[in-house]
């Protein structure tokens, strides 16, 4: 039994919510629940549909995939009524959820082990009416960054492959992690999800802009950087840095032959850093850092 609020009065459209996609991310699961208390039926012209804990037995094991079956639910959309529970709670919530919603938000943070600016990500659409109208809503949660990917690795079997097929306008949020919490990025998160709300005509007020208008951005394909070996990583950079186009940002060192010298990563393009591993202990494949750089004004 996953827990769902729907708060529900008059016509007006369908906005749909989720947090604890991945059990270690809290700041999208305390938001919703906060909102659950604060957001007045009277004043509301449509539907919101609150799941705080998208994968349940994740957000009870503190832990990004189910322990139930080892599964990533936002790898597996749109799920599978007769498969396992991980791929039963996915086909709920899109067979569901999101196929009456109008808008879909995901709330995300960096889990355990990594860390990430405060930002928003969406992806173009082929109608470029939908990209507008998407990134309209990227806009109005006002985070300090929002990413516009033409493409992304590892998107197969995602919340926001399945919901984008629908021609639904969908955004994910990225809110902070290391495994923990803050009072800036709840407050952030907060501000973010009562904008939307505004935004969608759901209930009445103003767009909080927060410290300013997002600045849009995208991610080079070379602005990846990815594990060789498994080992210890030292980083030689934060977020918020600036890196250049081969520089060197981190250090794989072996765990078993300290007399190997370590195995220096170097980032193929520059940017600025919004997402870094936060965990020392590191294996061939896990993602380190990534940058994002501005976009020309004619996205």
């Known amino acids: 039994m996953a827990p769902l609020i729907s708060i529900k009065n008059g016509d007006g459209p369908c906005l749909l919510l989720g947090g604890g996609n991945h059990g270690d991310e809290f700041e999208g699961q305390i938001a919703l629940r906060n909102l659950a208390h604060e957001l007045n039926p009277n004043d509301v012209s449509g539907q919101v549909i609150l799941v705080p804990a998208i994968n349940l037995p994740a957000v009870l094991n503190n832990s990004r995939c189910s322990p139930l079956d080892d599964k990533n639910i936002n790898r597996l959309f749109p799920g599978d009524r007769h498969g396992t529970i991980t791929e039963k709670i996915a086909s709920f919530i899109y067979d569901e959820l999101v196929q009456r919603a109008d808008y879909v938000v995901d709330l995300h943070a960096g889990g355990r082990s ?50 984008e097929e629908l021609g639904k306008p969908f955004i994910a949020v990225e809110l902070g992690g290391s495994g923990t919490v803050s009072p800036q990025s709840v407050a952030i998160t907060m501000r973010g999800v009562h904008n939307v709300l505004v935004h969608c005509g759901i209930v009445r007020g103003q767009i909080d802009q927060g410290e300013g208008p997002t600045a849009i951005m995208g991610v080079p394909s070379g602005g990846f950087v990815i594990a060789e070996d498994h080992g210890i990583f030292e980083p030689f950079v934060d977020l918020g840095d600036v890196v250049e186009p081969g520089q060197p940002v981190g250090q794989m ?33 896990d993602y380190l850092y990534f940058v994002a750089v501005p976009l020309d004004a004619g996205i």
Do not use: W
């Open 114 to 163: 990594m860390h990430t600016a405060c930002y928003a990500q969406m992806h173009r659409y082929e109608e470029p009416e939908k990209t507008n109208a998407t990134l309209e809503l990227m806009k109005a949660f006002a985070v300090p960054i929002g990413l516009l990917y033409d493409t992304e690795p590892d998107v197969h079997g995602n919340l926001d492959t399945v919901v």
């Open 253 to 285: 060192h072996s765990v078993q032959r300290p007399d190997r010298k370590p195995i220096v990563h170097h980032i193929e393009e520059g940017g600025q850093v919004i997402c870094r591993r936060t965990i020392g202990l590191t294996t061939h494949g």
